[in-house]
């Protein structure tokens, strides 16, 4: 059964940073474009990034700050953000990009002082 189970979510303070990951079951992510996409109160869910075979790309908010890995032994992707903002604060999903699964239970990720 196809599963994602996001975790590594948080409360830190601005500018400082976490790692998220997403476990995947029945998904092979080394085969599919995967995505990170969060969901702010209030917000639609959009777009943070996405990695692909030898691509990356980011929304234009956390270039520079976030960055998108995977470990396809572990069949896990990787959201390091640094430099957290207030404004990153949100429920963290991934899924795939050019196709969808059932959307995981996300991890909340709080940037507070």
């Known amino acids: 059964q196809e599963q994602l189970v996001e975790s590594g979510g948080g409360l830190v303070q601005p500018g400082g940073s976490l790692r998220l990951s997403c476990l995947a079951s029945?998904?092979?992510?080394?085969?599919?474009?995967m995505g990170w996409y969060r969901q702010a109160p209030g917000h639609e869910r959009a777009f943070v990034a996405r990695?692909?075979?030898?691509?990356?790309d980011y929304a234009d908010a956390v270039k520079g700050r976030f960055t998108i890995s995977r470990d396809n032994a572990k069949n896990t992707v990787y959201l390091q953000m640094n430099g957290l903002k207030p404004e990153d604060t949100a429920v963290y999903y991934c899924?795939?990009?050019?196709?969808?699964?059932?959307w995981g239970q996300g991890t909340q990720v709080t940037v507070s002082s």
């Open positions: 899924n795939g990009v050019a196709q969808w699964w059932t």
């Open positions: 990695i692909g075979e030898g691509i990356t």
């Open positions: 029945g998904i092979r992510v080394s085969l599919n474009n």
